[in-house]
């Protein structure tokens, strides 16, 4: 089955102590992005990835790393969170730039819902 | 700056009735517009995918137009089910060599029986 899986799926840590969110796709996707989802402004992009060892920056990517090592494994990485970055974040991937292709979509993980206190 | 709104924000309808869900954008240029479903504690999932030349595609019970001139676009669920209850969310595609997306915030749509 396709699918993109993201871990955890729920988690309340505190001010600064360092957190990675996991995420793996089986679709052999070059492209993945990370996204995040709050309240009246929809999805926003945080970092994305065109392929292995590419990455850049997406519209809210301050406070937030990424790496891409292995095509399937997207890491998102906050190295001191901080309480503004509570919110609801999705992984997803694409065979297409951000699936914006015409016959082509992005398929979206789960999500992972950060309490940052 | 490329935008895209939906209105309204949230509504409650009844089970088997109709509802129509609004997508207005100002994104150029334009290169086609996805309609996403998000259950809730899910990510989103495509319903309908359009491009410039097309004005209507169909989902099942799901149909979206577009009219790329005014830049409208609007998503129609007919015969509403309890399963319906979730959010829908418009995105357009920007025509350029990164395809870049511009989201809008979703409408919020409870289905009661």
């Known amino acids: 089955e396709a699918q993109v899986t993201q871990n955890p799926r729920y988690l309340i840590t505190v001010t600064g102590k360092k957190l990675t969110v996991t995420c793996s796709q089986n679709?052999?996707?070059?492209?993945m992005s990370w996204y995040r989802q709050d309240p009246g402004l929809g999805l926003r992009q945080i970092y994305y990835?065109?392929?292995?060892?590419v990455t850049d920056k997406g519209d809210v990517p301050e406070g937030y790393k990424v790496s891409r090592k292995e095509k399937r494994n997207f890491p998102l990485i906050l190295e001191s969170p901080s309480p503004n970055q509570t919110s609801l974040y999705f992984c997803?991937?694409?065979?297409?730039?951000w699936g914006g292709g015409v016959k082509d979509t992005q398929y979206f993980g789960p999500g992972t819902r950060l309490t940052v206190l | 700056k490329n935008q895209v709104e939906q209105s309204p924000q949230s509504l409650i309808i009844l089970e088997g009735k109709n509802c129509t869900l609004q997508?207005?954008?100002?994104?150029?240029?334009?290169?086609?517009l996805r309609w996403y479903k998000q259950d809730t504690g899910r990510g989103p999932v495509s319903l309908t995918i359009?491009?410039?030349?097309?004005n209507t595609k169909s989902n099942g019970r799901y149909t979206a137009t577009l009219d790329a001139d005014t830049k409208q676009s609007s998503l129609h669920i007919t015969a509403s089910q309890l399963s319906d209850s979730a959010s829908y969310i418009c995105v357009v595609s920007v025509s350029s060599n990164d395809y870049k997306l511009s989201f809008g915030a979703g409408t919020t749509v409870t289905v009661r029986a």
């Open positions: 997508c207005n954008y100002t994104v150029s240029p334009f290169s086609n």
């Open positions: 990835s065109m392929n292995v060892e």
């Open positions: 997803a991937s694409s065979s297409s730039p």
């Open positions: 679709m052999n996707h070059e492209y």
């Open positions: 359009m491009t410039f030349s097309e």
